[in-house]
């Protein structure tokens, strides 16, 4: 099998948590398919281990492939980023367009 449909996990040093503004470790489950790497689920923790459980009690623990270099989880961190940024800027615009209706 190639790498298409293949799970991965891997975990990187501290990333920005944007949820709480600080950083914390970043761990990801990703598939990568047509060259892009897609997270499926992600945390955020205090410390590697806690993040480690969090993954061993996840429903990916058992499928995935360990990723032991920086590259991926770094690439996985930056789509997450875009999502976040995404979203927030959503949110600020859909607050912005209720405010201009009342």
């Not at 790498?3 to 990703?30: H, I, M, S």
Request: charge should be negative; charged fraction near 25%.
């Amino acid at each position: 099998m190639g790498t298409e449909g293949r799970l991965y996990f891997e975990c990187g040093g501290l990333r920005l948590d944007n949820t709480v503004q600080k950083e914390r470790w970043f761990g990801a489950v990703w598939t990568y398919t047509d060259g892009m790497r897609y997270p499926l689920e992600y945390w955020f923790e205090d410390t590697e281990d806690r993040l480690y459980e969090q993954w061993v009690s996840s429903k990916w623990y058992e499928c995935c492939t360990v990723l032991f270099t920086p590259h991926p989880i770094n690439q996985v961190y930056k789509v997450v980023r875009e999502q976040q940024k995404q979203a927030a800027k959503n949110t600020v615009s859909h607050h912005l367009d209720n405010s201009i209706d009342e």
